[in-house]
């Protein structure tokens, strides 16, 4: 969708578009270890288009268009309004809001993310992606949201690394039709010790926030939640991830980028001593937020996203959006460092001396 909204020699989007949608969600439901999201925003951003030339739009109002019906498809298959506009806003139009153009993608934004929302609610009823426990929730201490924070830059950069890396050296076209099989193959194997891997990830992330009663039959989290089953279900889905993306298969990293960031709030509470079903919940949360925001490189979409998932309670809001803003802070800063360090005198690369 990046390229069909540039504001500079726009991509047109194709019937392959449509294709490639429908193709991602049939992967995803055969146990593809990616996420769903993209192909709503696929088909609308491409329904967007349609409009677009039905009524000879020019190029503004075109790309809002585009923008605004993609955010569409992600906030009523989600039910998330805000992390729709925000979408739309900050990793689509990136509206300039000294002008009035600006405050008008705003508006559509805001106007269109809402209006999606609540026709889906005739479907969805309203109810939320994610289940939170019924419990009192605490704010836990600031140096173990810290860690959170921390590590949810680190995490959520190394994800991204991983990701352009298999995209690089995805398998070509013409050999997908059996690296896509051999992909599913490969997942379906680490299933055999982690039941939780195949799919978007939203088991994951549900079984860290509810996660089963001990006893339960539920392969490695058999006797409840511990620090090993969830560092172990991250990394697999991490490698789980990277397969299906090296192997040919396409389709979004949201949802895996959740399931990291929950396994690593919980990995945290249980290292921390916080290991009460209000603090895994609370801890999770913030760690899921923490990696998509620095994954997506937009932390308002990923605050936005993730706590509107789970239909966030006023405390979490709060713990979350700090994190989330320290995490943010983090990888500026971190940025900014590196770009010193490649601009100092005698970086330059050899060769061109």
């Known amino acids: 969708m990046k390229k069909a909204v540039r504001a500079e020699s726009p991509e047109r989007l194709t019937l ?70 925000f979408y739309a806003l900050e990793l689509l139009l990136k509206p300039d809001l000294r002008t009035r153009r600006g405050w008008l993608q705003v508006l559509s934004a805001a106007v269109v993310s809402a209006l999606a929302t609540v026709t889906a609610w005739l479907f969805n009823h309203n109810h939320p992606i994610y289940e939170l426990p019924k419990h009192a929730l605490a704010v836990p201490p600031v140096g173990w949201l810290a860690l959170v924070a921390v590590l949810g830059l680190a995490i ?34 680490i299933a055999l010790a982690v039941p939780q891997i195949p799919g978007n990830g939203q088991i994951i992330v549900q079984a860290v926030l509810t996660p089963p009663a001990p006893g339960a039959s539920t392969g490695i989290l058999i006797g409840g939640l511990a620090l090993g089953s969830v560092l172990l279900m991250g990394v697999a889905k991490w490698v789980g991830t990277y397969i299906a993306q090296r192997l040919g298969a396409t389709g979004g990293v949201l949802t895996p980028a959740l399931a990291l960031g929950a396994c690593m709030g919980a990995g945290v509470a249980f290292l921390s001593g916080h290991s009460s079903l209000a603090d895994l919940t609370m801890f999770g949360v913030v760690g899921a937020a923490c990696v998509l925001s620095v994954s ?8 936005a996203f993730t706590l509107e998932l789970v239909k966030a309670p006023l405390l979490m809001i709060l713990t979350a959006a700090a994190c989330v803003a320290a995490t943010w802070v983090l990888r500026v800063a971190a940025t900014k460092c590196w770009e010193w360090w490649k601009a100092r005198p005698g970086s330059a690369d050899p060769a061109q001396n």
């Open 156 to 189: 959520g950069a190394s994800f991204t690394w991983t990701n352009n890396v298999a995209k690089k050296r995805t398998a070509p076209p013409h050999r997908v039709w059996w690296t896509l099989p051999l992909g599913s193959a490969l997942v379906t194997a």
């Open 296 to 303: 997506q490189k937009a932390p308002l979409f990923a605050a």
């Open 16 to 85: 392959g578009t449509v294709v490639d949608a429908i193709a991602q969600v049939i992967a995803v439901g055969a146990g593809t270890s990616l996420g769903r999201e993209t192909a709503p925003r696929q088909i609308t951003a491409y329904l967007g288009q349609v409009i677009s030339d039905r009524f000879k739009l020019g190029p503004g109002e075109r790309r809002t268009l585009i923008a605004t019906t993609s955010a569409a498809g992600l906030s009523a298959v989600y039910n998330v309004p805000f992390a729709g506009m």
